[in-house]
């Protein structure tokens, strides 16, 4: 190596130490340490309806900040952005073009993390708890990565409800919880069904997805309600589309029955709309590369302290049911994840550079992987008309 790189290599090395140790620094905003993101060692293609396997070459920077991360979004405890460099060196000591990428890497997420709000971790009950992900798990809510869903608003910060799913199910389902429609059940519903929802039309409705076209249920925690379907622990869905469908309206009636009287406010129920649907190979994705976190309900009772005179409701319909809520109900770096801004707040635009960036290198190797995978099925086709006899470049002429 000539004396000219080899200087620059070590003046680059230096600078990403520094990078490195800044990023490690006990005084430093551990949510800084969370914008530090490798690289998904899968993604879902909906072109080909499968995961597709990014080729990460492992002596690449990427690859081996995918080691320092574990294939995660956020920097799991205990490890060191330092001890990440220093890998690098010793793995591509001489490579100009990895010590130049893990520099331009750890820059932008200091750049990012520059502004970022001082983070205090606060004292409330652990109602929840990160948990191992099963697709047919009932219970369980997955909370989006801040930085995992810029490009889908309706599940970006999200707080999704997974629905059990049954064996051998090509799909899976979930119900969308932070997101308020601002609208009243009275101004959804066509007028001529009014009657039917009696105390329910004062109450706020959800949009709870996407898909379903318009499609009306009520989560509920009362087991007796009938034609009532169990998601999780105190917690059912009644299909309001079905009991109209099948002109059978005992369900509502007994919903109505239980509410009636009684304020919305202090009525444990939500009306959604619609609902969201993943592919399992998909959902599997996303939750392998952390996209969402899986927390696990512990408790189906509210954190909020709860008086004797009032009734405890369960977590789900209580305030702190949202995005900010859940995590600061979690422990360790999950809790760090609040402290990231919205990319439209003033701290936000700091780490919209790191995203986009983020972003479209996956898009760069989801596009390499395509074309690999291509010429290998063209390569195989060649072959197998050589085998053949067939000349590729005469057409049958029969």
């Known amino acids: 190596m000539k004396r000219g790189n080899r200087e620059l290599i070590r003046s680059l090395y230096k600078k990403t130490l520094k990078l490195g140790a800044a990023l490690d620094s006990a005084e ?72 130049f990428a893990a520099l331009k890497g750890m820059k932008l997420v200091l750049d990012a993390g520059a502004n970022l709000p001082a983070f205090k971790k606060k004292r409330t009950p652990k109602a929840l708890k990160l948990s191992t992900m099963r ?19 309706l599940l970006h910060r999200s707080l999704v409800l997974l629905t ?15 997101r308020p429609s601002g609208k009243k059940l009275r101004e959804v519903v066509h007028s001529s069904w009014g009657n039917q929802f009696g105390p329910l039309l004062k109450h706020n409705v959800w949009v709870a997805g996407n898909e379903g076209s318009n499609h009306l249920s009520v989560l509920h925690p009362w087991r007796d309600v009938p034609k009532s379907v169990g998601v999780g622990k105190g917690l059912y869905v009644l299909d309001l589309n079905e009991v109209f469908l099948s002109n059978d309206f005992k369900p509502l009636e007994s919903i109505k029955e239980k509410i009636s009287g009684k304020p919305p406010q202090s009525v444990p129920i939500k009306i959604l709309l619609n609902f969201v649907t993943w592919d399992v190979g998909e959902l599997q994705a996303s939750l ?111």
Request: with cysteine; hydrophobic share 35%.
């Open 28 to 99: 430093g905003n551990p949510a800084k340490r969370a914008l530090l993101m490798g690289l998904p060692k899968k993604v879902w293609y909906d072109g080909l309806k499968t995961t597709i396997g990014l080729n990460i070459p492992k002596n690449s920077y990427h690859g081996i900040l995918n080691e320092f991360t574990r294939g995660e979004n956020f920097k799991p405890e205990g490890q060191s952005a330092v001890q990440s460099v220093k890998a690098a060196w010793r793995t591509n000591g001489g490579s100009v073009e990895v010590a």
């Open 164 to 178: 059990p799913t049954p064996a051998g199910s090509p799909t899976a389902k979930g119900f969308i919880m932070n």
């Open 288 to 398: 392998t590369n952390n996209h969402f976190l899986s927390l696990e309900q512990v408790s189906p009772i509210a954190p909020a302290k709860a008086s004797v005179r009032k009734p405890k409701h369960q977590y789900i319909f209580s305030k702190s049911c949202s995005w900010h809520g859940a995590l600061q109900s979690c422990s360790g770096e999950a809790e760090v994840l609040t402290a990231i801004p919205e990319l439209t707040s003033q701290f936000g635009q700091s780490f919209k550079p790191l995203a986009e960036a983020h972003h479209q290198l996956i898009q760069t190797h989801v596009k390499n992987e395509l074309e690999r995978r291509k010429l290998e099925k063209n390569s195989k086709k060649s072959a197998q008309k050589r085998v053949r006899g067939e000349s590729p470049l005469v057409a049958n002429l029969a």
């Open 135 to 153: 697709i047919n798990g009932k219970g369980k809510l997955l909370v989006g990565h801040p930085l995992a869903s810029l490009l889908n608003p």
